[in-house]
């Protein structure tokens, strides 16, 4: 039966894991290459693209200042910088 703790890393019924649970979860995915902050990469990455606020990422990031999250993550909405100079296409000719 699930029970809903609102947890990141629940457990298979919605509960806390056991931390050795998780390390074992977690080893199992490093053998595939996988590495913690590649999953926190893809986290903010995704999380800009959202288009959550920048601060707000910049929170959960816990980057020291919200430069640092602009900078580093500019590239993830490239598909919104694509879209954008595209309509200059036909201003510009």
Same mark, same amino acid.
């Given at each position: 039966?699930?029970?809903?703790?609102?947890?990141?890393?629940?457990?298979?019924?919605?509960?806390?894991?056991?931390?050795?649970?998780?390390?074992?979860?977690?080893?199992?995915?490093?053998?595939?290459?996988?590495?913690?902050?590649?999953?926190?990469?893809?986290?903010?990455?995704?999380?800009?693209? *959202?288009? /959550?606020?920048? !601060?707000?990422?910049?929170?959960?990031? =816990?980057? $020291?200042?919200? &430069?640092?999250? *602009?900078? /580093?993550?500019? !590239?993830?909405?490239?598909?919104?910088? =694509?879209? $954008?100079?595209? &309509?200059?296409?036909?201003?510009?000719?």
């Amino acid at each position: 039966m699930w029970e809903d703790h609102g947890l990141v890393f629940p457990s298979e019924r919605g509960t806390p894991t056991e931390p050795t649970n998780l390390s074992r979860s977690f080893a199992r995915l490093r053998e595939t290459g996988v590495r913690l902050h590649d999953l926190r990469h893809t986290v903010v990455s995704l999380l800009m693209e *959202l288009r /959550v606020p920048p !601060h707000v990422v910049q929170a959960i990031a =816990r980057h $020291a200042d919200v &430069k640092i999250t *602009l900078k /580093v993550y500019a !590239h993830a909405n490239l598909d919104a910088m =694509r879209e $954008a100079l595209g &309509k200059l296409d036909g201003r510009l000719s």
